[in-house]
Structures are given as C-alpha cells and as structure tokens.
Nanobody
Framework: QLQLVESGGGLVQPGGSLKLSCAAS????????IGWFRQAPGKEREGVSC????????YYADSVKGRFTISGDNAKNTMYLQMNTLKPEDTAVYYC???????????????????WGQGTQVTVSS
C-alpha cells in the first residue's frame, strides 16, 4: 500500500518550535520530489517547502524562509519539516506530499504531487 503517514503536529506558543515527520511506505521517497503544504481555515492550500529531485534545489515560501527547514532521511524513508520561531499565522493543517520525476516540475503546485499524507494540525497560540 502506497502511503504517507504524518506525525508531530500540536499546539505551541508563538516563538516555539515543532518538527513534523512523514513516513513513506510502498515507495521510495528518494526517487521523488518531496514537499510540505499547509491549509488554514478559509484559505487555499499553499506550498511551504520542497526538495525537487528534478533540479536538485530546495524551495521555501517567502513566509517561512529562515524559520523552516525541510529534510529527508533515506534510510528511514521519512521526510521532515523543522519549524522554528513559529507565528500565529503559521496555524494550519500541514500536509506532506511526494511527486514523481517530471520535466518542468512546479514545486508549489499541488497537482504535481501524486502521494499525500493525511494532514496534521499545527496551532500556534498563547
């Protein structure tokens, strides 16, 4: 069964940190671009970060640059999103995703991704 399973969400105070994990099964993450998206209530899903296997680059949304770090552990077939200096506007459901190799890959376009996690809630509030 091909799936991504997320963990690590929760409630954190402004300025705090969380680390999200996303374990893949049934396929190899290192053969895919990996990304994190988020969706706040009443808003569209937006791309947060991506490691593109197509061009080898790492991408971050402007709103999270310098605060979030995406990484992967091939041995564990798991991807991570380290989130530091969290702000209330970071509150959202966070989704991990994986995309196959494709020419002209657009890292923050959700339709590029074939596999999705179930989502995990991150709430930043005092």
């Amino acid at each position: 069964q091909l799936q991504l399973v997320e963990s690590g969400g929760g409630l954190v105070q402004p300025g705090g940190s969380l680390k999200l994990s996303c374990a893949a099964s049934g396929f190899n993450l290192d053969e895919h671009s990996i990304g994190w998206f988020r969706q706040a209530p009443g808003k569209e899903r937006e791309g947060v970060s991506c490691i593109s296997i197509t061009d080898g680059n790492t991408y971050y949304a402007d709103s999270v640059k310098g605060r979030f770090t995406i990484s992967g552990d091939n041995a564990k077939n798991t991807m991570y999103l380290q989130m530091n200096t969290l702000k209330p506007e970071d509150t959202a459901v966070y989704y991990c995703a994986a995309a196959p190799v494709v020419a002209g890959f657009r890292p923050f376009k959700a339709y590029e991704y074939h596999y999705w996690g179930q989502g995990t809630q991150v709430t930043v509030s005092s």
